[in-house]
Each structure stands twice: as C-alpha cells, then as structure tokens.
C-alpha cells in the first residue's frame, strides 16, 4: 500500500512563505510524477504543480514565477510557495501517479490526506 504523507501547512500574511513536502512510502515499481493540487471552499479541486520522473516541470498560470516544485528523489516532493496571496488560501493535495510493479498494466493514482494553507491579507 503506497501512502502519502505532506506536512508545511499552516497560516501566513500576504507576501509570505510556507514549504510543503510530501513523501511517497510503500512499494513503488516506476513513479511517473508527483504533484500538488489545491481546493479552496466552494471550489474544485485543481492542479497547482507537477513534477516528472525526468525532472519536468508543470505549473499553473496562477502560481508561476511564486511557487517551485522540486524533489530530493522520486519519492519525496517540495512546494515552495513565495509571494502568497489570500487567493492561494485552500487544503492542498499531494499526488503520485506510478506503476506499483512491472506487470501492471496501468497506472495508479494516490493522493495524500491534505495539509491547509491559509493566508491572510
């Protein structure tokens, strides 16, 4: 069973900083890429950033140029999230798409339990 587990969360004025990290356990065949995604009350759920097995990057229009997604290896993600805004207030999600062993035959889509971010003006 593949868990993940975020932390960094919490309460920050405008022009702030907060780090999030979210890190992979369990048994992992391939990772295809890790991501965070963002739901603030009344809103769906949507995609903040990823990252790829080969380092690739992907960031929403919102976010870019403010927050940075990197890793320390395939199984452990960061958020660094600079310049927030109240805007940027919602739970955020880590997600990992990968492949659990190498007969499967699709892939599988985890999501971690969600740390808040709130930001006040």
């Known amino acids: 069973q593949v868990q993940l587990v975020e932390s960094g969360g919490g309460m920050v004025q405008s022009g702030g900083s907060l780090r999030l990290s979210c890190a992979a356990s369990?048994?992992?065949?391939?990772?295809?890429?890790m991501g965070w995604y963002r739901q603030a009350p009344g809103k769906e759920r949507e995609l903040v950033a990823t990252?790829?097995?080969?380092?690739?990057t992907n960031y929403a229009d919102s976010v870019k140029g403010r927050f940075t997604i990197s890793r320390t290896n395939v199984k452990t993600v960061y958020l660094q999230m600079n310049s927030l805004k109240p805007e940027d207030t919602a739970v955020y999600y880590c997600?990992?798409?990968?492949?659990?062993?190498?007969?499967?035959?699709?892939?599988?889509?985890?999501w971690g339990q969600g740390t808040q971010v709130t930001v006040s003006s």
């Open positions: 990252i790829g097995s080969t380092g690739s």
């Open positions: 369990g048994s992992i065949y391939s990772m295809y890429y």
């Open positions: 997600n990992a798409v990968f492949r659990r062993t190498p007969g499967d035959g699709t892939s599988t889509s985890n």
